[in-house]
């Protein structure tokens, strides 16, 4: 093969890129028609979050049917976030946060110094990958002790076989995670986004294919997690070849780009490690309870989720290239705006959105999750869950706009520290709210510690609904921290419009919560005879009339907020609307 087919291909498009960056640089320095701009990206990013989403709350229903939220349940939940974790922090970080910038860069010189960075991109990263998955696999005994420690006897066991099978998935989505980046630097998204269809897909028909054929039923999930990691990468390598992107790797850890990805990573790993260690803390905590603590706490998590991935991340992801152009400029009138705006969509659809998920948490977890192994005990425990989480559910989609701002003025440490400060919290919450833990003789010394420091200072015996409540406490510390701090820096952060927004559409959610439960109230949703369609049917329009009344009652205050979100709706859709609904340009 000649030198020329390693070569990154189509300089002309590399070149219409570059003059595209550019023009949207200058189109930034207006001010007209940049808010509407952001909401029309929030409903490109969203859009194609929303089906993986789907997907995977698919794959999660059909988990629920088989295994419900039982001993098998937890142990396979425990297993998948011990790679899950270091998925996060090697694949999806390292990718997004620091290779993205560094191609861009080279994209502008010639081909062969990129082709050469990026064979030294993939060769290093999927070394490491691999040493990480030996490890993972050798260890994983210890491993999983460490992160379980209330798991004993067949239970324990069975997780360390799950987490050792599952590190493999550890290779397979890391190499799919660097596929991602390189696709995401040359401006292609649509096989990316696809891709974790392709994994919920992968997993649920290794549930109903293999579930019956193995020893360990719960071992088909294993399977199919690593099906799905392969799926992910195969899925990919067809769009990087046409991009003309080589396969051929090379491993050169010391390429001057990767060391310059390296001083990118330390910083934003440190912070994203703050906030997984936070999941992960959940999760230890939840596996010193009852059974199905720990499937509970992962089911209610993946609802809370639902909105955060589609509209939040959405969001900050739309928001930051104005905020970062305002920070180059230094127009704090602007960023002032900005910031602003984003803060007050936060509050028109977030603040309605926790109160649903906490006046709807048992018909929403009905409607999905009860059916076969699930039983209508783990739906009250888990939309208990789901209410707890719900109270921190504004404070999270705010802190991103506020992070958001924060990396647009080149500050990455207060994030950090308001990681810090989120955790802090978060164990000693934990400690304080989860109430006694009752341990079997054979559990090791960081189960009985953690046992004895929770029986001096425990205040309540909430149980896995304290984790959850401690995470919302977590989220609310860390918003306050970086508020604080970022007031401090930028004089003019917009508490003022924020507060006028935060209290219409706070008004609107109390007016809203009192339609909901009484709707609520009017239907039995336990009840063992009732029919999946009519408590669709109920739900649906739970959903509508509590969707209708925010909107009635936040007009008066919120009309142009409300007016800005319809603009993430095709324009086809929008000249439907009445001239009044129609956003402004």
Same mark, same amino acid.
């Given at each position: 093969m000649s030198p020329k087919s390693w070569r990154l291909k189509r300089p002309a498009e590399r070149q219409s890129g570059v003059n595209t960056v550019k023009s949207g640089v200058r189109g930034m320095q207006q001010d007209s028609g940049e808010n509407a701009r952001v909401v029309r990206a929030v409903g490109q990013i969203g859009g194609l979050t929303l089906l993986s989403r789907i997907a995977g709350l698919g794959r999660d229903m059909v988990i629920s049917y088989v295994f419900g939220a039982g001993l098998a349940a937890d142990a396979f939940f425990m297993a998948f976030r011990i790679p899950n974790l270091l998925r996060r922090l090697?694949?999806?970080?390292?990718?997004?946060?620091?290779?993205?910038?560094?191609?861009?860069?080279?994209?502008?010189?010639?081909?062969?110094?990129?082709?050469?960075?990026?064979? !030294?991109?993939?060769?290093? &990263? *999927?070394? #490491? =990958?691999?040493?990480?998955? $030996?490890? %993972? @696999?050798?260890?994983?005994?210890? /491993?999983?002790?460490?992160?379980?420690?209330?798991?004993?006897?067949?239970?324990?066991?069975?997780?360390?076989?799950?987490?050792?099978?599952?590190?493999?998935?550890?290779?397979?989505?890391?190499?799919?995670?660097?596929?991602?980046?390189?696709?995401?630097?040359?401006?292609?998204?649509?096989?990316?986004?696809?891709?974790?269809?392709?994994?919920?897909?992968?997993?649920?028909?290794?549930?109903?294919?293999?579930?019956?054929?193995?020893?360990?039923?719960?071992?088909?999930?294993?399977?199919?997690?690593?099906?799905?990691?392969?799926?992910?990468?195969?899925?990919?390598?067809p769009a990087l070849v046409r991009h003309g992107v080589s396969l051929r790797l090379n491993w050169?850890?010391?390429?001057? !780009?990767?060391?310059?990805? &390296? *001083?990118? #990573? =330390?910083?934003?790993?440190? $912070?994203? %490690? @703050?906030?997984?260690?936070?999941? /992960?803390?959940?999760?230890?905590?939840?596996?010193?309870?009852?059974?199905?603590?720990?499937?509970?706490?992962?089911?209610?998590?993946?609802?809370?989720?639902?909105?955060?991935?589609?509209?939040?991340?959405?969001?900050?992801?739309?928001?930051?290239?104005?905020?970062?152009?305002?920070?180059?400029?230094?127009?704090?009138?602007?960023?002032?705006?900005?910031?602003?705006f984003a803060l007050r969509l936060v509050n028109v659809v977030t603040l309605p959105a926790a109160v649903g998920l906490a006046v709807l948490a048992t018909p929403i977890t009905t409607v999905l999750f009860f059916r076969g192994a699930f039983s209508a005990q783990?739906?009250?425990?888990?939309?208990?869950?789901?209410?707890?989480?719900?109270?921190?559910?504004?404070?999270?989609?705010?802190?991103?706009?506020?992070?958001?701002c924060l990396y647009a003025l080149g500050d990455t440490r207060t994030p950090v520290w308001g990681g810090v400060v989120a955790l802090m919290t978060k164990i000693g919450a934990s400690l304080v709210l989860m109430g006694h833990i009752s341990l079997p003789g054979e559990t090791n010394w960081l189960a009985q510690g953690v046992a004895a420091v929770s029986g001096m200072v425990s205040m309540q015996n909430w149980g896995v609904v304290g984790l959850a409540a401690a995470t919302s406490l977590a989220s609310m510390a860390n918003l306050v921290f970086q508020a604080v701090r970022l007031s401090r820096r930028f004089s003019a952060f917009p508490w003022q419009q924020w507060a006028a927004s935060l209290l219409w559409s706070g008004l609107a959610s109390v007016g809203m919560l009192v339609v909901l439960w009484w709707f609520v109230g009017q239907v039995d949703w336990l009840a063992p005879d009732g029919s999946r369609l009519s408590r669709l049917g109920s739900l649906g329009g739970a959903v509508l009339i509590?969707?209708?009344?925010?909107?009635?009652?936040?007009?008066?205050?919120?009309?142009?907020?409300?007016?800005?979100?319809?603009?993430?709706?095709?324009h086809r859709l929008l000249g439907l609307l009445p001239q009044f609904l129609q956003p402004r340009q």
């Open positions: 090697v694949g999806e970080g390292a990718t997004d946060a620091a290779f993205v910038p560094v191609l861009t860069r080279y994209l502008t010189r010639r081909s062969r110094a990129t082709s050469r960075m990026i064979r !030294a991109f993939f060769g290093t &990263g *999927l070394g #490491l =990958l691999l040493v990480l998955t $030996g490890l %993972g @696999i050798c260890f994983a005994d210890p /491993i999983t002790r460490l992160f379980a420690p209330g798991f004993t006897s067949d239970k324990l066991l069975l997780t360390i076989d799950l987490t050792r099978v599952m590190f493999v998935y550890l290779f397979c989505v890391g190499a799919a995670a660097l596929a991602m980046g390189v696709l995401h630097a040359l401006r292609h998204f649509t096989a990316p986004a696809f891709a974790p269809v392709l994994f919920n897909a992968a997993v649920i028909v290794s549930v109903f294919g293999l579930s019956a054929q193995v020893a360990e039923p719960v071992m088909s999930l294993a399977y199919g997690v690593v099906l799905g990691g392969v799926c992910q990468l195969l899925w990919q390598l050169q850890p010391r390429h001057p !780009a990767l060391r310059r990805m &390296g *001083l990118l #990573l =330390l910083p934003l790993v440190f $912070g994203t %490690g @703050i906030f997984q260690l936070n999941q /992960i803390i959940s999760t230890l905590l939840a596996s010193l309870l009852a059974d199905g603590s720990v499937a509970c706490l992962w089911y209610a998590g993946r609802l809370f989720e639902f909105p955060v991935g589609i509209f939040v991340v959405a969001l900050s992801t739309a928001v930051l290239p104005s905020l970062a152009t305002y920070a180059r400029q230094k127009d704090w009138g602007g960023m002032q705006d900005s910031l602003g783990d739906v009250v425990l888990t939309a208990t869950v789901l209410q707890a989480l719900a109270l921190g559910l504004w404070a999270v989609a705010a802190t991103r706009q506020v992070t958001a509590g969707g209708c009344s925010f909107v009635v009652l936040v007009w008066p205050g919120g009309k142009d907020e409300l007016r800005a979100l319809l603009g993430i709706l095709p």
